[in-house]
Nanobody, 122 residues
Framework: QLQLVESGGGLVQPGGSLRLSCAAS????????IGWFRQAPGKEREGVSC????????NYADSVKGRFTISRDNAKDTVYLQMNSLKPEDTAVYYC???????????????WGQGTQVTVSS
């Protein structure tokens, strides 16, 4: 079973930037669409972004369009999420997982990792 490990979270001030990384253990992630998801306290987990196997196609939630960029380096077996212009409402635990696209949504399949905490606060 594909296992993914997230890293790169931290505390950042509003307007700041962070880059998250998602790496695979045991199996390569190069053959999967990979997405980023987040869960804020008291809220349901939501899909943030999803990238195709080659990186040629990307999708974003409306709340992060123009601020977040998903990318992948299959040679390094890693998927990234560059987050710019961060807002307090971006505070959440961020997870990566295999993703599929639904009507207006980004959904995950498979298991979840431990996630990485992103806190945007002054």
């Amino acid at each position: 079973q594909l296992q993914l490990v997230e890293s790169g979270g931290g505390l950042v001030q509003p307007g700041g930037s962070l880059r998250l990384s998602c790496a695979a253990s045991r199996f390569t992630l190069a053959v999967y669409r990979i997405g980023w998801f987040r869960q804020a306290p008291g809220k349901e987990r939501e899909g943030v972004s999803c990238i195709s196997t080659t990186g040629g196609s990307t999708n974003y939630a409306d709340s992060v369009k123009g601020r977040f960029t998903i990318s992948r380096d299959n040679a390094k077996d890693t998927v990234y999420l560059q987050m710019n212009s961060l807002k307090p409402e971006d505070t959440a635990v961020y997870y990566c997982a295999v993703c599929v696209l639904g009507p207006g949504t980004i959904r995950a399949i498979g298991s979840w990792g431990q996630g990485t905490q992103v806190t945007v606060s002054s």
